[in-house]
């Protein structure tokens, strides 16, 4: 209704502005009497900001010869969201190929595992023994579970366990790999180990002997290059001595990770990731944040110093997550490609779903007792401290013993995840909040506003949000495309004076080009929006095939092959085509299609570069023309790149036809005012050079 009214007055005002000789007196006039009146009762700065995004929110509806608006928007647009959901850590981007490498798990994380799951017991040449799982004296508290292998006698080749990776063990030819385990011989004499890789035939691919001695626990480690490339390899540990051994942490990780990192990712999983060019990376989701009960918060410290030491839980998706990829690799990740990090943290309460669906019958959202707070809120600063505070502070020297004394300079925390906002969570938020916030005040904490678009959550969280003056605020919705593509305009609405948005999840429910392209529409309202919209990030963002929990995702792997869906390459040419300033007025809907959702378009310049760009869309049967005026930029050329995602409808990548639909670019020339022919089904991105740095 307000939208309404807001609306028809300004084409009033600015048909009168525009077409009437504008001298002073006649300017104040109209803004009195067709504009000013019905917001007589508004504040004088907040009814300005309304009259700010209602322009820039309305001027592409606009005739072209009107003006041009431009507009700071957030530099930190486009990022993306990273959770442990579909296998996405532990035998997914995280390079360890051995599952459940440290005996760990166990039933609850899923029925029928325990702590030989993903291993078989291997006596061959009729070596006589046993293999028992063992917690007497572990290799550290944090891990309590290992192995000991009896040897009563070798005979030929010794006994010992073998493991099938997740899915197999996939090696490449010629790649070396780091093997390395914990071992404790009892005895004085030497246990020989012999490590091998094996295809799925029992044919050797490369193998290493090592001598287990001493006392103690002791790492010991070997390189293995397979000659061939075998998808499901196995590896094998077998003791061909006579005597005890206890074995723990075994492990295999291929030497090429990404960045080269140690304990780092899968190469080509971060590389499609790291293509998307994000500005930020949340972590650690998602549900996994705030956990099924208080149990299964995700606590940051468990995730960080020696990957033997850490702590490892139920993934509240239906596995395991051994914390490998933790908090250390996380920031690290985020750097090597250029992202903010953005971890999230619990607020003080589990998710409300836990323990089942908390409307049948689940336990439902649990708050950490009062007295438990002072403890939990101390975890969260210390997060902060451990990311930006010198090497002389308690956690910043953890940084640095990790490898990583320069801060990462964090700048943002989210607190919650999807919240019911009940008194018990609030009371808690506002807690954190508070001493975050006294703490680190540059800090851009972000809030939660529930898992709808809308409903009692959404209005109780951003009640709360206004109410504190929270920075940002984290919305999540998964709609149908429709709901996208009538929904363009939700943001030209909201209030500039309270919280910006992060856009934390959303997807449209679908991997169909159609539902891409709903995605694209609504992403150019969020760059038209970007004075408020702070953050978006699409969700989830990767899913293994055979392990998925959720769909649609982002990108869909197995343990050699990377599928990008069509809604990736959206997501990719929005991120690699950022700006920070927004430009309305510059290209308008096909003429007499304003009101037809199934069309947008948004035009953003980067400074960097001085670049324009034009994001256009066509998500209907036929083809549309853009009108586009560039004449209001100085220092642009005509020298452009037009880059074109079109095809059927229907349309998906898939794992086995992962290139049906691929953005396709070519060089372009722009004129100052052209008209651009949108194809039906499409997003195009006009990229115009402009003569500013880099060009
Ligand atoms: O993105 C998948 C899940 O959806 C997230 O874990 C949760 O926050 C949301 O409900």
Known sequence: MLHIELTSSLHQLSYQLLKRPTNTRSIVQVYFQNFLYPFRFLPFMRFITILQAVLLGALPLLSQAQTTASKPISTDLFGIFFEDINYAADGGLYAELVQNRSF????????????????????????????????????????????????????????????????????????KYNFSLWARAQGAAAMPLLVQLRDPKGVVLAEATLQAQGTGWQQYRATLTPTVAVPAASLVVLATGKGVVDLDMVSLLPQKTFH?????????????????????????????THGDGLDNLYQWKNTIGPVEQRVAQRNIWGYHQTAGLGYFEYFQFCEDIGAKPLPVVAAGVSCQNSGGTWRVGGIGQQALAPADMAAYTQDVLDLVEWANGPVTSPWGAKRAAAGHPAPFNLEYVGIGNEDKITPEFSSRFQQLYAAVHARYPALKIVGTVGPGPKGEDYDLGWAL???????????????????????????????????????????????????????????????????????????????????????????????????PTVNYYVQQLFGQNQGNTYHAGVVALPTGMATDTTLAASCVRDARTGDVVLKLVNAGPTAQTFPIDLRGFAGLGSAATCTVLTGDKEAKNTLAAPGTVLPKAAPYKAAKRFSYPAAPYSLTIIRVRGKGKGN
């Open 104 to 175: 760990e798990y166990a039933p609850s994380d899923h029925d029928g595992w325990d702590a030989l799951t993903s291993w078989d017991y291997l006596h061959e040449g009729f070596a006589m023994g046993s293999v028992s799982v063992e917690s007497a004296s572990a290799l550290h508290e944090n891990n309590p579970h290992y192995v000991r292998l009896r040897v009563e006698n070798p005979l030929q080749k010794g006994l010992g366990l073998r493991n099938t990776g997740f899915d197999g063990i996939a090696l490449r030819a010629e790649e």
């Open 260 to 288: 080269s990192r140690p304990n780092g990712l899968r190469a080509d999983l971060a590389q499609s990731i790291a293509d998307l060019k994000p500005k930020f990376v949340r972590f650690p989701g998602g549900c996994l």
């Open 465 to 563: 949000a206004t109410q504190l003056q929270v920075p940002v605020v984290d919305e999540h919705y998964y709609e149908r495309p429709r709901w996208f593509l009538s929904n363009n305009r939700r943001y030209d609405h909201y209030d500039r004076t309270h919280s910006k948005v992060y856009l934390g999840e959303y997807a449209s429910q679908g991997n169909a080009l159609f539902n891409a392209l709903a995605e694209a529409a609504y992403m150019t309202g969020l760059e038209r929006n970007g004075d408020v919209v702070q953050l978006a990030s699409y969700a989830p963002l990767l899913a293994k095939e055979g392990h998925t929990q959720w769909n649609p995702d982002l990108i869909y792997f197995t343990n050699t092959t990377v599928a």
